[in-house]
């Protein structure tokens, strides 16, 4: 089976969902478990997959910007060390993809904080959220985040913006010290404008990563890379706040 | 500050770090709030970080195998779809990287059965793990995982010994169907003949990835990839496990 | 000026070529100096190049089968040693990519004997080397080149077919001993088989090379590297061919 | 065989060369044809390879200065177009890694003009070249090229030093219209301002490109890339003169 055939659709009896490989009752899946085989219209056989949070953004959220692949999504969240319980600040939401998977990790006792200066990008957002039923760990903020941070004591930012180092200046207010922010942007120009911000900031442990993901045809006889594929998406900024002391003149 | 020069260390009373750029009495730090700023013998300054699951595993950890790095782990998490309570199998445990992750990402409500054929892995591990906190939510045997899985229900499988396909074969009474499993091999041979065998098995929705991490060096007037670093882990090969039917004979 | 605007053109009087940007009329750059400024109807600028192999073949090629590109064919050169004057056995032709590359370098002195099995292929590349002007430094043979290699002393061997195994096993009459062997091959499952069948014959030097090749936007405010673009070509991998003696029974 | 075990030496009878394989006498190989094979004093055998320029570069030059890598001189070279009879400008020579291959592929009928700075590097690099009887090719000018470009109607200019816009502006008098100009530099930094300055200057068709080699174990039975290796050398900036004509105010 081929991932890229799979289908993510509301189960609602009567339904029929047509594939390139056939038409599938949707009455014939209910009540059956996870993992069960069915067979199409064609008698080509299907499985029921419960989605995965990356089969959610990958296959059923409404894109309306460039989004956050798990590749990157996944270091970042790792790197921030965030779990269950973590509260974060996100901005901008844009289609929601690292949303959901924050709203995951920090699970039914943390909280995403998500500003979003485009009232379309924050509906979208949060239509697609509530598809995975995440929408209550999540509140997003229509406005512009440079006009200030409501929330205090965070524990973790995530930066995808245009212009991050705006918001750097900030975080002091509404990161707790020690907290790691993970900026991503798409092109070198931002990297260094950020990184001059960091140094003259209250920041330390600052790094700069690029993950290059090859995903490689699954077929044993013949195993190789994709020919073409996605080359690029974006650099990762990690860094962590701190409170420096301004040196006394001698 | 170069996160290379990071320590970490466990408060004592009286004791002193030595670094590169001089002695941290511990004391000094003793009472000091996270992200706070203490002076080392020679005047230089140096920040108090919380350390994260990935500060543990990579500067704490000792280590007696080779090691899931976190642009590995956090991906096959990630894909994996697990998170707070989930219940997870984990084989071998080597040095405990990926079983750090794994515990940090399940919570105190879920679960990490990791098996591992050699005590001394099993034993420094367990270390590592305890350093973080985490040995509870981590149940390790100490056996050939080949023998049999006590385990049922488990929500996925990570895999990473030499020859996976062995314990392909085991998963269908541990793990729910529809679960994923996640393997890592260093070698193409390796990953053809877990490909040939899941092809075989119940599996669909295979996958295969290569991450190719680049750090660079966080110098906003000469930014730049480092110049010597790891070029290769390996491969992860996701699938998920269902229920196939045996086709009739026409 | 945008390299995938760049035409390649037989001057004709009276001939007009059409772009996005405009009309060119060839009668307005007969007599013009390379790198001349020239206008097309739409006032926009357009500037004449003097076609390198490369732009030959990337831009003015017919294409009828998969091809070698330059970041592959120029590896391959260099680590050959070719030079002035080499004659070099090149099999299969394909559409003359690699071919076009090694009569340019052979140069007037050297000679390229290129076997390729299928007729269309090697009429196709033979169109596109006379283009060039470099048909001459090319002797295609439409054969299988199993049956045997009608050369003697040569220089180097390009191997680009799909079992290149079985011709490694001709080449010891071929080629000058220490020359190197090049084998361009799509999957890992061809490189692992052709190196286990140098290991067997009389090649030593062996090693395997990927080059993956990123192509940035040239844009200085936004440096950044192309979002969507060819991920894998091949494996290369490189050989000596040596006199082996058999080593007597003790 | 290891290529890394492989050795450059000068035959002089009754030398002994030794290795961590056992020890070669000369004149054992005196006479022999290249490929043949030789006993070491432990009876290990070893082969009579015939130096490619790569050889000569990577494993016989003496090293003053960071090198361009075959990976980054081959595609710089195959780029530029340039072949038998090239007369090119080289700036600055460092090592002499890049002029070795300019001078292999201009042939005994072009020419490749260095200059350099700094005269130590210039010595070594002519030693180097010297090695591989290329010296006759080349004229190294110890200067700073700043000062003025003394060639007139060179076919391409490949430019390694730390400012190469400060030579761009140097080059409408040397260069042939539409020839190409290589640039390599190790910083996104040093990128940026290169392509600024091209889009000022009379240059088209810029390209930008960065080259990642991977080379791999060649182990049949465990194919992989290798675990730690160079990750980075620098970034190549193609372009080309042209005579650009100044827009008349309407």
Same mark, same amino acid.
């Given at each position: 089976?081929?991932?890229?055939?799979? &289908?993510?659709f509301?189960?609602?009896k009567?339904?029929?969902?047509?594939?390139?490989?056939?038409?599938?009752?949707?009455?014939?899946?209910i009540?059956?478990?996870?993992?069960?085989?069915?067979?199409?219209?064609?008698?080509?056989?299907?499985?029921?997959? &419960?989605?995965t949070?990356?089969?959610?953004?990958?296959?059923?959220?409404?894109?309306?910007?460039?989004?956050?692949?798990p590749?990157?999504?996944?270091?970042?969240?790792?790197?921030?060390?965030?779990?269950y319980?973590s509260?974060?600040?996100?901005?901008g939401?844009?289609?929601?993809?690292?949303?959901?998977?924050?709203?995951?990790?920090?699970?039914?006792?943390?909280?995403v904080?998500?500003?979003?200066?485009?009232?379309?990008?924050?509906r979208?957002?949060?239509?697609?959220l509530?598809?995975?039923?995440?929408?209550e760990?999540?509140?997003?903020k229509?406005?512009?985040?440079?006009q200030?941070?409501?929330?205090?004591?965070?524990?973790?930012?995530?930066?995808?913006?245009?212009?991050?180092?705006?918001?750097?200046?900030?975080?002091?207010?509404?990161?707790?010290?020690?907290?790691p922010?993970?900026?991503f942007?798409?092109?070198v120009?931002?990297?260094?404008?950020?990184?001059a911000?960091?140094?003259k900031?209250?920041?330390?442990?600052v790094?700069?990563?690029?993950?290059?993901?090859?995903?490689?045809?699954p077929?044993?006889e013949?195993?190789?890379?994709?020919?073409?594929?996605?080359t690029?998406?974006?650099?990762?900024?990690?860094?962590?706040l701190?409170?420096?002391?301004?040196?006394?003149?001698?």
């Amino acid at each position: 089976m081929d991932e890229r055939r799979s &289908k993510i659709f509301r189960v609602r009896k009567g339904d029929t969902i047509g594939t390139d490989k056939g038409i599938l009752r949707v009455d014939d899946v209910i009540g059956k478990e996870w993992g069960s085989e069915v067979r199409l219209s064609t008698g080509a056989k299907a499985y029921l997959l &419960k989605p995965t949070p990356v089969d959610f953004t990958m296959r059923g959220f409404r894109r309306v910007t460039q989004v956050i692949y798990p590749k990157d999504s996944s270091l970042m969240v790792t790197l921030s060390g965030i779990g269950y319980g973590s509260r974060v600040l996100e901005s901008g939401i844009g289609t929601g993809f690292l949303t959901a998977i924050l709203a995951h990790v920090v699970g039914d006792a943390g909280h995403v904080y998500a500003y979003e200066i485009r009232e379309e990008f924050a509906r979208v957002a949060l239509r697609n959220l509530s598809m995975m039923g995440l929408a209550e760990r999540v509140t997003v903020k229509v406005r512009d985040i440079k006009q200030g941070i409501d929330e205090e004591g965070l524990d973790a930012a995530f930066l995808d913006l245009p212009d991050p180092w705006e918001v750097l200046k900030l975080l002091p207010g509404s990161l707790k010290p020690s907290s790691p922010v993970l900026v991503f942007v798409p092109s070198v120009n931002q990297v260094i404008k950020t990184l001059a911000w960091l140094k003259k900031g209250p920041y330390v442990d600052v790094r700069v990563y690029e993950n290059i993901l090859r995903e490689y045809q699954p077929v044993p006889e013949a195993l190789r890379p994709q020919t073409i594929s996605v080359t690029h998406t974006g650099y990762i900024v990690f860094a962590r706040l701190v409170r420096k002391t301004e040196d006394l003149p001698t």
